[in-house]
């Protein structure tokens, strides 16, 4: 018996269930195929609105930054020229004590 002759008996004696099993393979594979697509689409629509979230918040986060950078800005800004008007203050106070001074030591 020859290779040929024992497909055709495997053919005759399994032929229907193995169109069956074929036919169930197929039917899976399909489904199998359509799962993936699906389970692509969600990762794809999943990766979409982490990217959206993560660029909000990045915006966000750079808003908030630069309102505090504007915030401190003139914050420091203020400081500054309180410590200027004070250096001024304080250079006329120092005058004066030195002109008592001496006025004190002129008269004697």
């Known amino acids: 018996m020859n290779l040929g002759e024992i497909s055709t008996i495997r053919d005759i004696l399994m032929g229907r269930q193995m169109e069956e099993y074929e036919r169930r ?3 899976m594979e399909a489904k199998m ?5 699906d ?3 969600q ?3 999943g990766n ?6 993560n660029n909000r918040l990045e915006k966000s986060l750079t808003d908030q930054l630069n309102q505090l ?12 020229q309180a410590l200027r008007d004070t250096s001024r203050a304080d250079q006329a106070r120092i005058g004066q ?5 001496g006025q004190k030591l002129i008269a004697g």
């Open 69 to 80: 950078d504007e915030a401190i800005g003139k914050r420091l800004e203020a400081l500054e």
């Open 97 to 101: 004590l030195l002109s008592e001074m």
């Open 33 to 37: 195929t359509a799962m993936m697509e």
């Open 39 to 41: 389970l692509e689409t």
């Open 43 to 45: 990762i794809d629509r």
């Open 48 to 53: 979409n609105q982490a990217l959206d979230q």
């Open 25 to 27: 393979f197929r039917e």
